[in-house]
């Protein structure tokens, strides 16, 4: 697992890091806060048949087809102050308004993206005394089995608390629980397993883990680099009333010279406590491989995902854990993944990407199939062809940046997804 996408290790870095700097007064801790924000226009276009629907909306189970498209705005406001005697205060507010949203656009996005207004995303104090740091309140957690998704306008948040050592060397580990959760619009997360029963067009608040399944979840982690090259990780989390995850990756990357390579190999399994919802009490199981290769700017990748027949490996609000960006399995596509942890499955995509750094362009292509191979599982066999782009710009529009991306639905469904983001962080 690549550790960029580990944030919660780069906490401790930072807090550790801070201390050296710390305010000698509340007032100086306030006064040397840092304030950050990001400015978004998004907009998205999606057309295909309903059997197509990559987020399967209550709206597109009826048999309604796919044609929408929408546009959205909103501004992202943070701030976290200065370490005062190893503690920090941080809050972030998230915004989202889609201003000319008619009735498809309202159906079809309804758990994604048509949500409007502000949430109080992150709001926490954090302690930190030699390797050790606490962090309670609501927050971004971004580990392989309880990861808020921040593909749509609304990032999903925990509330809760994480603790997180880094005394033994080259090791990570944390322990976490978290009691309440923030999906992405009010009709994203109001039943068990983040099943829409509304359509109020409004952006998600928190909501009680025990009103939705009767239960908090829990997590342990530990990552470690003893090994040159080479990154360990392990991970349980378990929503008691739901289910339990376990999951194992070892990767390796390396380089010679203008060359560089990895390997990556993981495990996941899903062991279920409730029935009724996961309508199974069969366990999950996934395992995967990943083959990189690049040359300078350029970067390849191959990678198989296969899920056995025993049960799905699906998690909690779209992802293989807790939270929509748990998306551990290796093959999946650049925006809608749907498919990918369905029980007695395989998928495998290949990616080929360039960065042309002289001018701050990213420009890739990626291609994934998976093969439903049980009728139990209802679903066809799909395909999907990937370009994107990023763009950061420079000079004086340094901060602005844009990504877009075409997505083709192939093989036994028809349809597609656009998406245009421009951003500028300040």
């Not at 908090?216 to 040159?228: D, E, V």
């Not at 406590?273 to 690049?294: C, H, R």
């Not at 198989?304 to 293989?320: E, N, P, Q, W």
Request: net charge negative; aromatic share 14%.
């Amino acid at each position: 697992m690549k550790l960029a996408k580990l944030s919660l290790a780069a906490m401790v870095v930072a807090g550790l890091a801070s201390s050296s700097f710390a305010a000698d007064t509340l007032a100086d801790a306030f006064k040397n806060g840092k304030v950050s924000g990001e400015l978004r226009a998004w907009y998205f276009d999606r057309e295909g048949s309903a059997t197509a629907d990559p987020d399967k909306t209550a709206a597109n189970k009826g048999g309604k087809d796919i044609n929408a498209d929408i546009f959205n705005v909103g501004v992202i406001l943070g701030y976290v102050t200065d370490s005062f005697y190893g503690f920090k205060l941080g809050a972030t507010f998230q915004s989202n308004y889609a201003p000319f949203a008619d009735s498809d656009a309202k159906a079809d996005f309804n758990t994604d993206e048509y949500g409007s207004g502000a949430v109080l995303s992150e709001a926490y104090i954090q302690y930190s005394i030699g390797n050790t740091t606490a962090k309670v309140g609501r927050q971004f957690i971004s580990t392989p089995l309880a990861n808020g998704s921040g593909s749509r306008m609304i990032k999903q948040a925990f509330e809760g608390a994480v603790l997180l050592n880094t005394d033994l060397p080259q090791t990570t580990l944390a322990a976490g629980v978290v009691t309440k959760y923030q999906g992405r619009t009010s009709s994203s997360l109001t039943g068990a397993q983040g099943v829409a029963t509304s359509n109020d067009g409004d952006v998600a608040d928190f909501t009680s883990l025990e009103s939705l399944v009767d239960a908090h979840a829990y997590t342990l982690l530990a990552i470690n680099k003893s090994i040159p090259g080479t990154t360990l990780t392990a991970q349980w989390a378990g929503l008691d009333n739901y289910a339990d995850f376990y999951y194992l990756e070892a990767a390796y990357a390396g380089k010679a010279g203008e060359i560089s390579y990895g390997l990556a190999a993981n495990y996941e399994l899903r062991s279920p406590d409730n029935f009724t919802l996961l309508k199974t009490n069969e366990d999950g199981t996934m395992y995967g491989a990943k083959v990189d290769f690049g040359y300078g700017d350029l970067k390849t990748y191959v990678a198989y995902t296969k899920v056995t027949d025993d049960a799905a490996i699906g998690g909690f609000d779209g992802g293989a854990g807790f939270g929509g960006g748990a998306q551990t399995a290796f093959a999946k596509a650049y925006s809608s993944k749907t498919g990918t942890y369905d029980r007695d499955s395989k998928a495998y995509s290949v990616d080929a990407n360039y960065n042309f750094k002289a001018i701050g362009l990213l420009a890739g292509a990626r291609y994934t199939g998976v093969k439903v191979d049980s009728a139990a599982a209802n679903l066809k066999d799909r395909g999907y062809t990937d370009v994107y782009m990023q763009y950061a710009f420079s000079g004086a529009l340094k901060g602005f940046s844009t990504d877009v991306s075409y997505q083709d639905w192939s093989k036994d469904v028809d349809g597609h997804d656009f998406w245009f983001k421009a951003n500028y962080k300040f």
